[in-house]
C-alpha cells in the first residue's frame, strides 16, 4: 500500500517540512548568524541575547534573503525553546501571513490548555515594542501557567513531543555487522599503519592527525573513480575506522550502522537510495542538533574538491566543527540516564557550574566531569606536597565511591628490601601492599596507581562495579591527571561510546 502524498501546501505537508529543515535552521543560527559567544544552550535565558541581537542586527538586513533567514532560524530557536518551558509539539496556523501560506507555531503540553505561541508573531512584536523583555514575559506566562497546574497535581511536569534530529535520543542498538566491522579494524590498525605509512604513523587520535591522512589519501588516489575501486579495500577501511575514530574521541559521538531494510520508504536511511545504508557512521544521537558524518563519503569528497586560487579550502579534520562537544549538561544527561547518579545530583553540579555548564570540554576536561558528578577519582599529575598523604587521599576517595563495601586504613609508604619502596594499606581489614618507583619526592608513580586501585573495587559477588582507568586524547597544554572512574560493565561501555574514552 502506497501512502498518500500531502499537497505541496497542505498544512500537513508544511508542518513537515518546516520540522524536517529545523536541525538545518538551528546550526544555520549558531554556526552563521550570531556571535561565537552566545549562549547557545536552548535554556530560557539565553532568550534574552537573542532578544538583544534581533534588537540590534534585524533592520540593517538589507538583503531580503538574509532578513527571511535570520527570522526563520531565530523562530526555529525561539519555539525550541518555549517547547522546553511548556512542552507540547510543533503545529501549523493556516491563516495565510503576506504571501504565506500560514505559520508554524509551538503548542504547549494540552494539560495546560493554552493557545498556540506563534514565534514569527512573537519575534515580530519584539521588534516593535522594542523593550527587550518580550521573549522574557512570554516565558514567564508559560511558567506560571505550568507552576498553577502542578500546584492542582502535585509530580506533574509538562512533556515535549520529541522533534527529530534536534532532540536527543538513545543510539540505536549496536548492529553485529558494525561490530564485526570495528573488531576488525581495531585488530589490524597496527598491519594498516605499517602498510600505510611505513610504520611512521603515531595513532594518537589527535585531530592533526586527519592532515597526515588527508595528505595519503590524496597521494594514493589521483581520481574518484580510483577510489570508489578501492572502497573495501585495508586502507580505505582502516582510514574509514581512524577518521571516525577521531571524530568520536575527541567530540564524544558514537558509530551507528543502518542494515538494508526492504520496508523502508524510498530515499530514507535503510532504504537502497539513501547514503545512511550499509555503511558504518558516527553520530551523536544523544547530542541536541547532534553531528554525524559518514568517514567514507568524507574520504571521497576530499577528491572532489575543486581548488581556489591554487588552494584547496576544506580538509578533512574541518569535519569535526559540525560535531557538538561534550559538556557537564551532556554528561550529566548520560550519567543520570544510566542511573549512576540521581537528577538531584546532577541539578546540583550544574548549578555549581552554571556559567560554563553547557561549554565545550576538550577530551582531556570530559572526565574531570566524572570526578565533579561523583563516579570517578583523580590522581594528581603535577608535583605534591606529600606522597604518603596524596595516596592515602586517592584511595580513601576511591573507597568513598563504594558506599561503605570497601574501607583504606593505615596507609603508609615504606622502604622494603625486595623492591625498594611499597605502598602499604588494609582493605576491609586485609593488609595489601604494592611496590612504588618514585623518580622524585614530589611525583606520584600512576603505573602503581593503576595497579592498586584495583584492591578497592567491590566485591564482585555483591557489586559488579569496578574502577575503570580513563583514557582520552591529549591535546597540547592538556593536564596529565589519571583518573578512574566506578562503573558496571555495562556502564563503562556506554561511557566508551558515547564520551569518546578508552576504559581500561
Request: charged share 30%; with cysteine; net charge negative.
Amino acid at each position: 500500500m502506497v501512502p498518500e502524498t500531502q499537497p505541496e501546501n497542505s498544512p500537513q505537508h508544511l508542518l513537515q517540512k518546516w520540522i524536517g529543515d529545523l536541525p538545518y535552521q538551528l546550526l544555520l543560527l549558531e554556526k552563521a548568524l550570531l556571535p561565537e559567544d552566545f549562549p547557545f544552550d536552548y535554556s530560557p535565558k539565553s532568550l534574552d541575547a537573542l532578544e538583544a541581537r534581533l534588537l540590534e542586527h534585524y533592520d540593517s538586513i538589507q538583503d531580503p534573503g538574509k532578513r527571511t533567514e535570520f527570522m526563520e532560524s531565530a523562530m526555529a530557536y525561539l519555539g525550541e525553546v518555549l517547547l522546553g518551558i511548556a512542552g507540547g509539539a510543533w503545529g501549523w496556523n493556516t491563516r495565510p501571513v503576506d504571501d504565506l501560506p500560514g505559520q508554524p507555531v509551538v503548542w504547549p503540553d494540552r494539560e495546560l490548555e493554552l493557545s498556540p505561541v506563534a514565534p514569527m508573531l512573537l519575534i515580530s512584536y519584539a521588534l516593535r515594542v522594542r523593550t527587550g523583555i518580550a521573549f522574557a514575559e512570554e516565558v514567564e506566562r508559560l511558567r506560571q501557567a505550568v507552576t498553577a497546574r502542578q500546584h492542582a497535581v502535585p509530580g506533574w511536569e509538562p512533556v515535549k513531543e520529541h522533534t527529530p534530529h534536534v532532540d536527543p535520543r538513545a543510539p540505536l542498538p549496536e548492529d553485529p555487522a558494525l561490530t564485526a566491522w570495528l573488531a576488525e579494524r581495531r585488530e589490524t590498525l597496527s598491519a594498516w599503519a605499517e602498510n600505510a605509512f611505513g610504520g611512521a604513523w603515531r595513532w594518537n587520535f589527535h585531530p592533526d592527525t586527519l592532515d597526515w591522512l588527508e595528505a595519503v589519501v590524496r597521494q594514493r588516489f589521483a581520481t574518484v573513480d580510483e577510489f570508489d575501486a578501492s572502497r573495501d579495500e585495508p586502507f580505505v577501511q582502516g582510514a574509514c575506522w581512524y577518521t571516525g575514530e577521531v571524530i568520536r574521541r575527541n567530540k564524544g559521538a558514537v558509530w551507528q550502522y543502518i542494515p538494508f531494510d526492504p520496508d523502508a520508504g524510498s530515499g530514507t536511511p535503510g532504504s537502497r537510495e539513501s547514503v545512511w545504508t550499509d555503511v558504518p557512521f558516527v553520530d551523536q544521537p544523544d547530542k541536541r542538533v547532534g553531528g554525524a558524518a559518514i568517514p567514507l563519503g568524507c574520504l571521497r569528497e576530499l577528491l572532489l574538491e575543486e581548488e581556489v586560487d591554487g588552494k584547496r579550502e576544506d580538509r578533512l579534520r574541518d569535519v569535526l566543527f559540525w560535531f557538538r562537544p561534550s559538556s557537564y549538561a551532556h554528561v550529566g544527561a548520560l550519567l543520570q540516564r544510566m542511573g549512576m547518579v540521581s537528577r538531584e545530583k546532577v541539578d546540583s553540579v550544574l548549578a555549581e557550574y552554571a556559567d560554563f555548564a553547557h561549554n565545550e570540554l576538550t577530551p582531556h576536561e570530559v572526565p574531570d566531569t566524572l570526578e565533579a558528578f561523583g563516579v570517578a577519582i583523580s590522581a594528581h599529575g603535577d608535583d605534591v606536597d606529600d606522597l604518603e598523604e596524596s595516596y592515602t587521599g586517592i584511595l580513601e576517595d576511591a573507597a568513598a565511591l563504594t558506599d561503605g563495601a570497601v574501607t583504606i586504613t593505615d596507609v603508609r609508604l615504606r622502604e622494603d628490601e625486595e623492591y625498594g619502596e611499597v605502598l602499604e594499606f588494609a582493605r576491609n581489614g586485609v593488609v595489601v601492599t604494592q611496590p612504588t618507583e618514585h623518580q622524585s619526592d614530589d611525583y606520584l608513580d600512576h603505573a602503581a596507581i593503576v595497579e592498586f586501585i584495583s584492591h578497592v573495587d567491590p566485591d564482585p559477588g555483591d557489586d559488579t562495579r569496578r574502577f575503570y582507568w580513563v583514557r582520552f586524547v591529549r591535546l597540547r597544554d592538556a593536564n596529565y591527571e589519571s583518573y578512574f572512574v566506578l562503573a558496571t560493565p555495562e556502564q563503562a561501555t556506554v561511557l566508551e561510546k558515547e564520551l569518546g574514552l578508552e576504559l581500561r
